[in-house]
């Protein structure tokens, strides 16, 4: 047909653009041989990637995201997935009212449910804080774990179950030969996404740090609140080499759209 | 008398794929007041036709020609055609009435007038009770008429039919061609259907043209067609199950109602070519019973019978009439 | 179908941990009073009324969420409307450089700006280059910076809900609204607009949400001089440790999402009636 509309094409070749390419100039600064956040960048130096790798802060905050983000993602599909199991072959009842409950994580604010795990969490019952950083994320990736697995398993058909029983599997059999299977990639997106969100996250780890427990993102926030340099630029740079590289593992695993491109998965990152 | 819609040389290629042509060189002509079929498998190009027509698709080469009128640039809206579509396309949010109100509304029709011009074409459907309920609310069968409805009461220059009764069950499929050709005959629209099925094609149509391959391989009155398939290929498509070679003739096909079966003593009817062989196989088929011969020289041949007496492995002869055999050879491929 | 038991049991451990983890600290922080007692919800809202910068807080928050929402709908409309109607392959690339910036965190996203807006940064360097300034344009600190951060993060989700709602809508209808004599701006206005909305809907429903309760890009674009509910929730709690402003913060932000959310699913409703 011929009506594209040249007007709104443009339009959303601006938007890609908009979205894609402030990203670039971090590029630039993290390269730069000077001191400061300036354009164009003084010479071409890799200075402040040494740095960034070597800077401590960073380093053990990174070792706090990324034990935070498999365990939190390890906790929260072993808790989840049960959940979704038992949903699928409920009654429309339940589905819908323990379904909701477990939907709310995503629907109050991450800051809110943040600083509510500091309040009671950490300085009523003295949770220290990487603990309270778990509670937080493991709560946070539960709807994602829930909901992601769950739309994978009602997309099955749930004759196969029969099927296996019929040709004489027992449950538990039945279970792993094919229930878990066919849940796999629902599984796969699921974990994927949790690792990003509980990577990512600032609003819920911001005020549940202690001595020596900061997530990447919040140290690198606090860095940029008191210091104007390219380090964290390099450190952006980084982390934007690594978002490539999960990218193409991703596209690899399940599908790159598949993972990210589903409507549950809207609310995954802030 | 000017046809209402005409084809010149119209080509097209399929996207993606350069050099294989969807459409080559058709030219074609629907007759005003008639209805004109498509009739071919799917992938011949039909629909692909239809969309030409409708300017959903800009041929890639020739002219399409509405009412004398070279259309070929000109978008769908512009075209005035009235279009029921395989899916039927029902507007989900909006009722029955709303969605045969729409053409009129782009029509610029307003109030009473309006009004009237929905209610007559529900009711030419028989839908007049039924303009309030939402397409999920309807049969597929009543989809199916709204979409009728929809199509005709903006008394398009041309209506359009993509396989309109492909999605209905046996029966009703049935019951709804006499249905669509009597919505023709009383709004007196030309048409054009698209339809895979011979049998549609051969009751509804004024005229077939056969497509296979993005070619149109024969057109002609359905009685024309049936009757003198141009090749074997569209004898094998219109359900000719029997292809012969007979000294003198050529390849023929034979209808399996027209084959006599000889029994021992009878005299050999003038004009007949007579093949011996065994049955092989006996289906009940309703109204008869279709045996299936294995013969010496020509390979299986198909005859109909109405009792079971033939069992596998009886040695019989055929008879089969010239004058019923239809002659393949010598004609486009 | 399952025995009751079994069920329980799957459920169990999912619904202790989300009581205790979630349900329980967030009611208590929002609801109850706590033991250095802050008063309560009575004491919360006692808070409310007497804090004027609570208020201005959240018309700016409110204000900034409802332009950044608008934003987001104006340039992820018709990226998803392009994306929902390119072949399939070119749609598989364009959707994955939509959704890309989704995969990086909200600071290095944020950061990009300071690198461009900042009185040293990208946008002065040009315009003063060009000739178009003579002195270094400072856009940072700004309610205009936090809009243009929040419309980079959040318009990818405006691309993926409207991209799955433009795709429900069967190719088939707007052809036959088309040929009905619909110009191709009455065929999106009639037909493809209305089907979509309820998606799109759900679209505005996240930016709104999430701008409300972002942190990252109004604390680092809007600096001190332009709080939002979340910078101020941050500092009543995290640095001025006064508990009972801070809940009373809470309060309000829940209160502006779950009133967003419910308006939205009620103009969905209305959208499509059954």
Redesign the interface.
């Known amino acids: ?5 040249p007007l ?2 443009g ?2 070749l ?3 653009a ?3 390419g ?2 670039l ?2 590029i630039g ?1 993290a390269l730069t041989a000077g001191d ?5 960048p003084r010479g071409l130096s890799p200075r402040w990637f040494a740095e960034a790798v070597a800077h401590e802060p960073f380093l053990a905050a990174l070792r706090t995201s990324v034990l935070l983000a498999a365990a939190g993602t390890a ?1 929260a599909l ?3 997935l ?2 979704a ?2 949903l699928t ?2 009654g429309a009842r ?1 589905r819908a009212g ?1 379904g909701t ?2 939907t ?2 995503v ?7 943040g ?7 950490m ?2 019952l003295r949770v220290d804080a990487f603990g309270a950083l778990l ?2 994320h ?2 946070l990736l ?1 709807p994602y774990a ?1 909901r992601v697995t769950g739309a994978a398993l009602a997309r099955a058909d749930p004759s196969l179950e029969e099927a296996a029983r019929g040709l004489g599997a027992t449950g538990w059999t039945t279970f792993t030969r094919v229930t878990l299977p066919v849940a796999r990639p629902g599984i796969v997106a699921a974990a994927v996404l949790s690792v ?1 969100t509980s ?2 996250n ?2 819920l780890s ?2 549940l740090n202690g001595p020596g427990t900061t997530t990447l ?1 919040v140290e ?2 606090h860095h ?2 008191f210091a ?1 340099d390219p380090l ?2 390099a450190a ?1 740079t980084l ?2 080499a690594l ?1 490539v590289a ?2 193409l593992v991703t ?1 690899r695993l399940a599908g ?2 598949h993972v ?2 589903r ?1 549950e998965a ?5 | 008398m000017e046809p209402v819609v005409r084809l010149e040389r119209v080509r097209h290629e399929f996207p993606g794929v350069p050099g294989v042509l969807a459409l080559d060189d058709v030219d074609l002509a629907a007759p005003p007041g008639r209805i004109t079929a498509l009739l071919g498998p799917s992938g011949c190009g039909k629909t692909t036709i239809l969309r030409v027509i409708a300017g959903y698709l800009r041929p890639g080469g020739g002219r399409v020609l509405l009412n004398g009128r070279d259309a070929t640039a000109l978008p769908p809206e512009r075209r005035d055609i009235g279009m029921v579509f395989q899916s039927y396309a029902l507007f989900p949010h909006l009722t029955a009435a709303a969605n045969v109100a729409f053409g009129l509304r782009m029509r610029r029709l307003r109030g009473e007038h309006l009004r009237r011009r929905v209610r007559e074409s529900l009711d030419l459907v028989g839908l007049a009770d039924l303009a309030a309920r939402r397409p999920h609310e309807l049969s597929g069968g009543q989809r199916q008429r709204v979409a009728l409805a929809r199509a005709v009461a903006i008394r398009p220059a041309v209506l359009l039919l993509d396989e309109p009764l492909s999605n209905l069950d046996a029966r009703l499929a049935v019951q709804m061609r006499g249905e669509l050709r009597r919505v023709q005959r009383e709004t007196g629209l030309t048409a054009v259907l698209v339809t895979h099925d011979q049998e549609e094609a051969l009751e509804l149509a004024d005229e077939i043209a056969i497509l296979d391959k993005g070619r149109v391989m024969q057109h002609g009155t359905p009685e024309e067609v049936f009757r003198a398939p141009a090749s074997r290929w569209i004898a094998d498509f219109l359900g000719y199950q029997n292809f012969l070679d007979l000294p003198g003739k050529g390849l023929v096909t034979v209808r399996p109602e027209h084959i006599g079966v000889l029994r021992p003593g009878d005299r050999l009817p003038p004009d007949a070519v007579v093949l011996a062989g065994t049955v092989s196989d006996l289906r009940f088929r309703g109204t008869g019973y279709a045996v299936t011969v294995e013969t010496d020289e020509s390979g299986p041949v198909v005859v109909l019978r109405a009792d079971a007496g033939l069992a596998p492995g009886t040695a019989i002869r055929l008879s089969v009439p010239l004058a019923r055999a239809v002659g393949l050879d010598g004609r486009a491929p | 179908m399952w025995h009751t038991r079994t069920t329980r049991l799957l459920l169990a451990p999912g619904l202790a941990v989300l009581a205790l983890a979630f349900l329980y600290p967030v009611a208590a922080a929002l609801l109850a009073p706590s033991p250095d007692a802050d008063g309560g919800l009575a004491g919360r809202l006692g808070a409310l009324a007497a804090d004027d910068h609570i208020w201005r807080a959240t018309a700016r928050t409110v204000r900034i969420a409802a332009l950044t929402t608008g934003l987001c709908l104006l340039l992820g409309l018709p990226l998803g409307r392009l994306i929902a109607r390119s072949p399939a392959r070119r749609q598989a690339l364009l959707l994955a450089l939509a959704l890309f910036p989704l995969l990086l965190s909200t600071v290095v996203r944020t950061y990009a700006w300071l690198v461009i807006l900042g009185r040293t940064g990208l946008m002065s360097t040009v315009l003063t280059g060009l000739g178009l300034s003579d002195r270094p344009t400072q856009l940072l600190y700004t309610e205009t910076a936090v809009v243009i951060g929040l419309t980079q993060l959040f318009t990818p989700l405006v691309v993926v809900t409207s991209y799955g709602a433009f795709s429900q809508v069967h190719p088939d209808l707007e052809a036959a609204a088309r040929g009905l004599g619909a110009s191709a701006g009455a065929a999106f206005r009639r037909i493809v607009l209305p089907l979509a909305l309820p998606g799109i809907l759900v679209g505005a429903t996240l930016v709104f949400a999430g701008a409300v309760t972002a942190f990252t890009t109004p604390l680092l674009l809007g600096g001190a001089r332009t709080p939002t509910l979340a910078t101020l929730l941050y500092t009543y709690a995290g640095v001025s440790v006064d508990w009972r402003s801070a809940g009373a913060v809470a309060l309000v932000m829940t209160g502006v999402v779950l009133a967003a959310a419910a308006l939205a699913a009620r103009a969905s409703a209305k959208a499509v009636p059954s």
């Open positions: 047909m011929s009506g594209r509309h709104l094409t339009i959303a601006v938007a890609l908009f979205l894609l402030p990203i100039p971090v600064i400061t956040i300036e354009f164009p906790l072993l808790l989840g049960p959940v199991l038992a072959r409920s339940l323990v409950l477990f709310l994580p629907i109050v604010p991450e800051l809110v449910l600083y509510a795990l500091f309040q009671t969490l300085v009523d509670a937080g493991t709560v539960l829930v990003v990577f990512n600032v609003p911001l005020l993102p690198m926030l940029v609140e104007f964290v630029a952006c982390l934007l978002a999960v990218t596209e790159f759209t990210f491109g409507q809207t609310r995954w990152n802030r």
